[in-house]
């Protein structure tokens, strides 16, 4: 018989197949579902705010570019506020870095600036 105490130890085995369960392994899904209404809501403040920023009154009197400017505005600001509100929720902002929603918020600074300009 052999003496215990002189085999070699044999080091343990891990709990799973794969490896050590990583505490965020499901994250890389969620930031995938999550990827789709940071992107559209960024994509509708960029369009409201390039109409924004590109529509030019013909004069004082253009009463209509002027309301054009302020809705593009309002659009913007709504959709950046959006964006913000759905990254300040606790779970998302675990999972969700300030990347994705520094465009909408920029976006949204730039829109607010360009209203209080236009008045």
């Excluded at 054009?68 to 506020?81: D, H, K």
């Amino acid at each position: 018989m052999t003496d215990p105490a002189s085999t070699p130890a044999r080091p343990a085995a891990p709990a799973h197949p794969d490896g050590p369960a990583r505490p965020d392994g499901e994250r890389g899904c969620l930031r995938v579902v999550l990827a789709l209404p940071f992107g559209v809501l960024t994509l509708i403040a960029a369009y409201f705010c390039w109409t924004a920023m590109s529509i030019r009154p013909s004069g004082s009197w253009d009463d209509d570019a002027y309301g054009g400017i302020v809705l593009s505005c309002v659009v913007t600001v709504a959709a950046a506020g959006s964006a913000t509100a759905l990254w300040l929720l606790p779970s998302v902002r675990r999972v969700v870095g300030w990347g994705w929603v520094a465009p909408a918020l920029v976006l949204g600074v730039t829109a607010a600036v360009r209203w209080a300009v236009s008045d």
